[in-house]
């Protein structure tokens, strides 16, 4: 049973930490143009996710498969970019307290 759950979920795990790892990065060095930037990677993600699913919602053919895939990926690069910047976030206005 566990091992079921993780082949399952462990590639959607490891997809979320690498993008939030390559984030964390970004985001820092955005950090230093304006602290408001460190959302720019996770907001780009999310308003991208937004357009495939409605894109994929107004497919009426097999394109739609591709969509949704696109979609699923769009999701997962923005929950590790998101918790990627709110690590940062976190970190960086306890630093300043």
Do not use: C, Q
């Not at 979320?16 to 060095?29: H, K, R």
């Not at 959302?39 to 999310?46: D, N, T």
């Amino acid at each position: 049973m566990n091992l079921s759950i993780f082949t399952e979920f462990g590639p959607i795990a490891i997809a979320a930490v690498i993008s939030g790892v390559i984030s964390y990065f970004i985001s820092f060095l955005l950090m230093k143009i304006h602290r408001l930037l460190i959302f720019l990677i996770p907001g780009i993600l999310g308003i991208l996710s937004i357009l495939l699913l409605v894109m994929g919602l107004m497919a009426e053919d097999w394109s739609i498969l591709g969509i949704y895939i696109l979609f699923s990926f769009a999701i997962i690069g923005f929950v590790g970019t998101l918790v990627a910047s709110l690590i940062l976030w976190f970190r960086t206005k306890k630093s300043e307290n």
